[in-house]
């Protein structure tokens, strides 16, 4: 067997640590099952490396697989890059514990910033340190990011969905009923025949493209309710600020009740019984590694989201 150029022909770590496994076990059979992979598999990734290397790493001696001389320093040098990997790891993992974890959140335009900062309070509450960094923008931008690695999670106010060229999971951490707000002079004036007073009340809404939007359009049609759209949002922050000028009641969390009384000058005019939104993360993991993550993730039951 002729030796191919290996300038051109970069080794392949895969292949070598499937070599380096059975050389280790004894035999593929034992690697197999420590890998988790079929035995055909390791077979033919040992076939590539030794067709790769140019030469055999292994001779059958009745059942045995017995490394030839060539196998026996190729094995030399794979415990060296093998062992020189693990403490890459240990450095970075040394060089993370030193710094604290870095958490790269994407939060949706339609997610309410005051509910964002209560989702992520689990995370930054951890013993050690979080190095927290935000990006705002819309779903399908956050979601292509965090397929990219450039996240570690995205919070939401919908799952996924399919995306046959992402894979992505989405985590559900909770909902909380939804109302509608306003400034204390259109609270005075719709608040006492609610929801009939919707007809013909200004009203700010999400854009269609959002999950709630959808809810409250059923919630307004079920009650044969028409009032008059004057603007509609992507932004929820951006929603609430034109609330508070007084141009049209906003739909809100009901649990922000307190805050949107104190940042955005808004009462409570009633609530839309039966609406709620839903919060979510999605991550590139089913389960997720990620401890910031895992955090927020469990530590939604304390928000009382309601």
Not at 161 to 167: A, D, F, K, T, V
């Amino acid at each position: 067997m002729s030796a191919p150029n290996l300038s051109s022909t970069p080794l392949n770590h895969r292949h070598l640590h499937y070599f380096w496994v059975v050389a280790k076990e004894g035999g593929i059979s034992r690697a197999a099952q420590r890998l988790g992979v079929a035995i055909q598999t390791i077979s033919s990734q040992l076939k590539e490396l030794e067709q790769a290397l140019g030469t055999a790493l292994f001779t059958q001696e009745g059942r045995r697989l017995v490394l030839t001389e060539a196998g026996r320093t190729t094995l030399h040098y794979a415990d060296q890059i093998f062992l020189l990997g693990e403490q890459l790891q240990e450095a970075l993992q040394a060089r993370t514990a030193a710094e604290g974890l870095r958490l790269a959140v994407g939060i949706s335009d339609a997610l309410p910033k005051l509910i964002a900062y209560r989702l992520l309070q689990p995370a930054m509450n951890l013993p050690q340190s979080v190095r927290l960094v935000c990006h705002e923008g819309e779903f399908d931008e956050l979601l292509a990011d965090l397929a990219l690695h450039k996240l570690d999670v995205v919070l939401t106010d919908r799952p996924a969905g399919s995306h046959p060229n992402l894979r992505v999971f989405s985590h559900p951490l909770g909902e909380c009923r939804m109302g509608i707000f306003g400034t204390a002079a259109l609270q005075a004036s719709l608040a006492p025949g609610f929801p009939n007073s919707l007809n013909g009340a200004p009203l700010l809404l999400p854009t269609r493209d959002t999950a709630l939007r959808g809810r409250i359009d059923a919630w307004l049609s079920a009650r044969n309710l028409h009032p008059e759209i004057v603007g509609e949002f992507e932004d929820s922050a951006l929603m609430m600020t034109f609330g508070r000028s007084g141009l049209g009641l906003f739909p809100a969390p009901s649990l922000l009740a307190d805050n949107l009384e104190e940042q955005f000058l808004s009462l409570p005019v009633g609530e839309m019984e039966g609406v709620r939104e839903q919060f979510y993360a999605i991550s590139n993991e089913r389960k997720i590694r990620h401890p910031a993550v895992e955090a927020l993730r469990l530590g939604i039951g304390s928000l009382k989201l309601g």
